[in-house]
């Protein structure tokens, strides 16, 4: 399983934003958005073994599961759509148990130390995305493998905190957008799979 934790420290935690200005009305949900279809869409399908957890603000988190996504498309405005729709199922939540609003993407009131605790218990190693972390190249990677980026903005100090424990990777010298990152990350998995498909297909 291949695990992404990108955390939004803007994005909208309520869905009365506008579809039509994602950047300015929805705290940066444009960028998340783009975290999720490259987490998931490949050509003509999606990538099953995959999850990705969106923190909202700290606040609330969005659980996407690839093998039970549906309705996912290339587009940011109905991506956002299907997150305006998870978003909705707030009011309903209680503590920090989860409700499916569409197949596949799941919501709860939960920030960022309960879903830490939750990755490192299913994956066999997370990692910290960062700039000045060790190439990535040059790390041993389990098949079950998880990492944390953060959205525009850099890491906080108390989110540095909780991730004390974490080994650093970097995929260059460079700062890039969360999105690509994701993107990379993948395609250095896939290289080392041999190249085979990876559950190609939506369903």
Known sequence: MRLFIVLGHHAA???DFNLSDLPGSAGRLDLLCRCITSSFLISHGLRRDTE????????????????????????????????QKALRLRGALQGEGELESTPGIFISQRGLR??????????EQLFLLHEQGSPIRQAGLARDVGFVLSDHLDFR???????????????????????????IVHNELDLRSGGGPCYNGAE
Not at 56 to 79: F, Y
Not at 116 to 123: Q, Y
């Open 157 to 183: 100090p108390e989110e540095l905190e909780l991730m004390a424990d974490l080994p650093w990777l970097s995929l260059g010298p460079l700062s890039l957008h969360a999105d690509h990152c994701i993107v």
């Open 13 to 15: 935690i309520t869905p």
């Open 114 to 123: 309960p879903v830490l605790a939750e990755a490192k218990a299913r994956v």
């Open 52 to 83: 990705l957890y969106l923190v909202l603000q700290d606040q609330l988190t969005l659980r996407l599961v690839g093998s039970r996504l549906r309705h996912l498309n290339p587009d940011e405005r109905s991506t956002a759509a299907l997150v």
